[in-house]
């Protein structure tokens, strides 16, 4: 596709449960982000991709976060044991593999857990 | 710390009257200095990058600016369409990783 896709567009999910939330960068991005948008505060980057190279996992917020892009393209971020806390919008961005690359984003997952 | 500052939270404009934007930065060595837009449910859309001190950036109504502390974003005539949530990020040296630090938006509202 032309621009970064995500799936679900939606999800809604029971305290407890593990959800996953995927990206599909633009074709030919090396670089793959997952920011956190909570109600009221800026993105908060979670995780970082650059080709083989091993992620920057600095920005998860604990443990239950995990990430994998497989095959240098999609990129599955996991939330085990979902916290009401957890409820925001997951965005991920893909950029080329320059420094000053900019970022675009996708439409994001909104994530609500009850 | 690093961090990036918006100001002010919300604007409400008038078409046609024009207005400024403000994202001051404070960071270790600025790598670049981007403006995106959003819109309510979607992802924020790519609008500008500057680099360097004394650069400037124009599309349509919109134009960016850059100092050594801070960035204006511009809006000449703005139309209701105009109407968003304006975001500012930076990257910065420092890190191996390119991310990006977000202030927490101008919510923008152009009334007809």
């Not at chain 1, 407890?16 to 074709?27: A, M, N, Q, W």
């Given at each position: 596709g032309a621009g970064v896709s995500q799936s679900p567009s939606n999800?809604?999910?029971?305290?407890?449960?593990?959800?996953?939330?995927?990206?599909?960068?633009?074709?030919?991005?090396?670089?793959?982000y997952w920011y956190r948008q909570s109600l009221g505060q800026g993105l908060e980057f979670l995780i970082y991709f650059q080709g083989n190279s091993?992620?920057?996992?600095?920005?998860?917020?604990?443990?239950?976060?995990?990430?994998?892009?497989?095959?240098?393209s999609v990129s599955t971020l996991t939330i085990q044991r979902t916290q009401q806390e957890d409820s925001a919008v997951y965005l991920c961005a893909s950029s080329g593999r320059g420094t000053q690359e900019t970022q675009y984003f996708g439409p994001g997952t909104r994530l609500l857990v009850l | 710390?690093?961090?990036?500052?918006?100001?002010?939270?919300?604007?409400?404009?008038q078409e046609g009257e024009s207005s400024s934007l403000n994202c001051s930065y404070t960071v270790s060595g600025l790598r670049g200095l981007f403006w995106y837009r959003q819109d309510p449910g979607k992802g924020p859309e790519f609008l500008f990058t500057l680099y360097s001190a004394g650069e400037e950036k124009e599309k349509e109504r919109l134009k960016a600016t850059l100092t050594k502390k801070e960035s204006f974003l511009h809006i000449t005539a703005p139309k209701p369409e105009d109407s968003a949530t304006y975001l500012c990020a930076v990257s910065y040296y420092g890190g191996a990783t390119n991310k990006l630090i977000f202030g927490t938006g101008t919510l923008l509202a152009v009334q007809p």
């Open positions: 999800k809604v999910t029971e305290k407890g449960k593990d959800v996953e939330l995927r990206c599909d960068p633009i074709s030919g991005h090396t670089a793959l091993a992620p920057d996992k600095s920005g998860l917020p604990s443990d239950r976060f995990s990430a994998e892009r497989t095959g240098g | 710390e690093d961090q990036v500052t918006q100001s002010p939270e919300a604007l409400r404009l």
